[in-house]
C-alpha cells in the first residue's frame, strides 16, 4: 500500500485546514487508517483513526471536538478536517495503515506510511 498526504499549510488559530491521504497498491478495505502528527523535538503522536469496513472512529482527547476523521471508499482516501486550530497543534501529520487488531494508537503497529505534510498554526 502506498499512501500519500496532502494538505498541509500555515494557518491562524482558529483556521482550519482538511488533510487528505490517498492509497494505492491493493484494497485498503481490510485496513485502519490513522493519522499520526509528531512536532518538533517529540515522539510521533496518535491523533485519530477510522476502520476502513464500518467507519468507526476514535480520536485522542487533544483533538476531539475538533477533528474529524473521514473516507470516501470511491477515491480510496481517507480525510481529517481540522477545525479551531491551535499553536499545539502545529507538527507534521503522517498518515498511515494497519490491518487490525492491533492497538491503533502506537505507531509501531502500522505497517503503511505515508510522507508527512507540515501543518503550522500561527498564534
Known amino acids: 500500500v502506498q499512501l500519500q498526504a496532502l494538505g498541509g499549510g500555515l494557518v491562524q488559530t482558529g483556521g482550519s485546514l482538511r488533510l487528505s491521504c490517498s492509497a494505492s497498491g491493493r484494497t485498503i478495505s481490510p485496513y485502519i487508517m490513522g493519522w499520526f502528527r509528531q512536532a518538533p523535538g517529540k515522539e510521533r503522536d496518535f491523533v485519530a483513526a477510522i476502520r476502513w469496513r464500518d467507519v468507526s472512529t476514535v480520536y485522542a482527547d487533544s483533538v476531539k471536538g475538533r477533528f474529524t476523521i473521514s473516507r470516501d471508499n470511491a477515491k480510496n482516501t481517507v480525510y481529517m478536517q481540522m477545525n479551531s486550530l491551535k499553536p499545539e497543534d502545529t507538527a507534521v501529520y503522517y498518515c498511515?495503515?494497519?490491518?487490525?487488531?492491533?492497538?491503533?494508537?502506537?505507531?509501531?503497529?502500522?505497517?503503511?506510511w505515508g510522507q508527512g505534510t507540515q501543518v503550522t498554526v500561527s498564534s
Open positions: 498511515a495503515a494497519q490491518k487490525g487488531l492491533r492497538n491503533i494508537a502506537v505507531p509501531q503497529e502500522y505497517d503503511y
